[in-house]
């Protein structure tokens, strides 16, 4: 880690922001005009009963450190480390996610 603690926490919050915005194209929540971000993208979809409401407060504390280096904070290795682990782990779970666009009321 070290020096690229802040390379490795953004590229871990556009990983999941990226992750989360597809999950919303496939269940076919419109974002346009919503709050962008992590967890504004997370809100959104836990309103829409997309994903889990249990994950949006890791994604709240995982945005807070990766914003934080983002900006230029020094972010010490071990929670650089403990953040990346973590956010791995959320960004496997949403990726295994079964998403399923509304159904027609028709």
Request: glycine letters at 8%; charged letters at 25%; a negative charge.
């Amino acid at each position: 880690m070290g020096a690229d603690n802040a390379l490795a926490l953004a590229c871990l919050r556009i990983d999941i922001e990226r992750e989360l915005r597809r999950i919303a194209h496939a269940a076919q929540v419109d974002l346009t005009g919503r709050p962008v971000g992590i967890t504004g993208l997370a809100r959104e979809l836990v309103s829409n009963e997309v994903i889990p409401a249990a994950i949006v407060e890791a994604l709240y504390e995982i945005a807070k450190v990766c914003n934080r280096g983002i900006h230029g904070e020094e972010i010490p290795n071990d929670l650089t480390a403990a953040v990346i682990r973590v956010g791995g782990q959320v960004l496997e779970r949403l990726r295994l996610l079964p998403v399923q666009p509304p159904s027609c009321t028709c």
